[in-house]
């Protein structure tokens, strides 16, 4: 029996040592597996490209041990629009701006599908002291396109932002001895003069691109207050004369419009409207500071030098306006992961992912050392200085609405913009694109 019970108990003690080393095995893989979190991160292939996105995605994973997937197309909206719908895979952070083509980002402010982020401006920056909210220029945060809502919480984190104005060959103003206008009055006059050498005065991309200029003339025609209504669907602001001014300097632009700018002011022909500039056919051209980028292989006139400005005020010593254009990042509701997405989106502010996206594309970020990052003499020192030199900004995007069917008001083929092509090529006057634009409004106050 004695050496009976000795087996036994000799049995016993294996059982127990292999048992505690698989419960130790299966703790260690667990933890293992616990410390290995995944962020899916979508968004647009865009005007700055992927390689930012790619370095900055690198610097997080280095820095948190986070795996980064990171999904960048130019057509992200038609990707994400399925899988939003779906709610499986949902991204943990997007970036696609208010606005942006397919409206999917709009979509989702209407349906209230983007997370409360408020505290993200309370958290401290990965790899640094400060906090996020801290680091952003003042401002930002209070934008439209970032509370939507008009609740005093932040949805959408603003990110790359970029000047938006009239961009223009300052070589061929030096060869020619003309003076850059101030006034849209001297802009007509210098029309008049560019069009006696067969230079057209004015081009634009596509109509997109309107958002940004006619929110910038708004602001000079009938001031910020009632600009805020405008963005607001107010039926009476938009009724104002001084707002109907606006849409009369536009009719007249369109009579020194370049005569091919609309037959290419599509997806796959603006770029030959933006190259009317470079070869000296028109002399400006509505965009932002990724423009110099986007056409930087292409050809261009002896003496070619970007310069760049504020629309011209609309009369002298009255304010002229500069759009900030800003692009969003933010948190699906559906995502798995809100508090790794957080950390990730904090860590954008950092001065390591701010170095790296403007280091790998051009991009620039509104944080408050963003500008040291810039190179003195540097084409971008020159745009992003627009407002060192007394132009106003301000910032696109209406107040979010529930989507009216049949009422497209905002996107580049909607009543508001997409109208210029017409007023253009002179199937439309100014009087119906005005009316057609009071008239849909009052659809959103119904």
Do not use: H
């Amino acid at each position: 029996m004695t050496k009976l019970f000795k087996l036994l108990f000799v049995g016993l003690l294996l059982f127990v040592s292999v048992a505690c080393a698989k419960k130790e095995e299966t703790t260690t893989t667990t933890t293992t597996t616990e410390e290995q979190k995944v962020l899916k991160v979508a968004g647009l292939n865009g005007g700055y490209g992927d390689a930012g996105w790619k370095a900055v995605a690198a610097a997080f994973e280095e820095q948190t041990g986070v795996k980064v997937e990171l999904t960048l197309e130019k057509n992200i909206a038609e990707t994400l629009r399925p899988v939003l719908t779906s709610g499986k895979d949902v991204p943990d952070v997007i970036y696609l701006s208010v606005g942006a083509e397919g409206k999917l980002t709009d979509t989702m402010i209407a349906e209230k599908q983007i997370a409360d982020i408020s505290d993200l401006l309370s958290t401290t920056i990965p790899g640094e002291s400060g906090t996020v909210g801290a680091k952003i220029i003042p401002g930002f945060t209070d934008a439209l396109t970032s509370s939507p809502y008009q609740d005093g919480k932040l949805y959408l984190a603003p990110i790359n932002y970029s000047p938006c104005g009239l961009f223009y060959n300052a070589g061929l103003f030096e060869e020619k001895g003309w003076t850059v206008p101030t006034t849209w009055d001297e802009m007509w006059e210098l029309g008049d003069k560019a069009k006696a050498e067969g230079i057209a005065l004015f081009t634009y991309p596509t109509t997109g691109y309107f958002d940004a200029f006619f929110s910038a003339l708004l602001n000079e025609t009938a001031g910020p207050e009632v600009y805020a209504r405008l963005m607001n669907y107010d039926a009476t602001a938009w009724e104002l004369p001084e707002v109907k001014k606006a849409f009369e300097i536009v009719g007249k632009l369109a009579t020194y419009t370049e005569e091919n700018t609309v037959s290419n002011a599509n997806k796959d022909g603006f770029t030959k409207n933006q190259q009317l500039i470079l070869e000296n056919k028109a002399l400006f051209v509505p965009n932002g500071t990724w423009l110099p980028g986007e056409m930087k292989d292409a050809p261009r006139e002896k003496g070619f030098k970007w310069g760049f400005m504020a629309l011209p005020s609309v009369t002298a010593g009255s304010d002229r306006y500069s759009t900030t254009f800003v692009e969003q990042v933010y948190i699906p509701e559906a995502s798995a992961n809100k508090d790794v997405a957080k950390q990730f989106v904090a860590f954008l502010y950092s001065d390591k992912a701010v170095e790296l996206f403007y280091k790998n594309g051009g991009a620039v970020l509104p944080t408050t050392t963003a500008s040291s990052f810039i190179e003195d003499g540097s084409d971008a020192k020159l745009f992003y200085s627009i407002y060192d030199t007394g132009a106003k900004a301000n910032a696109v995007g209406f107040a979010a609405r529930e989507a009216i069917e049949g009422v497209d008001l905002t996107s580049a083929e909607g009543i508001l913009y997409g109208t210029v092509n017409s007023v253009v090529n002179g199937s439309k006057t100014v009087d119906d694109w005005y009316n057609s634009v009071i008239e849909a409004v009052k659809q959103y106050n119904k």
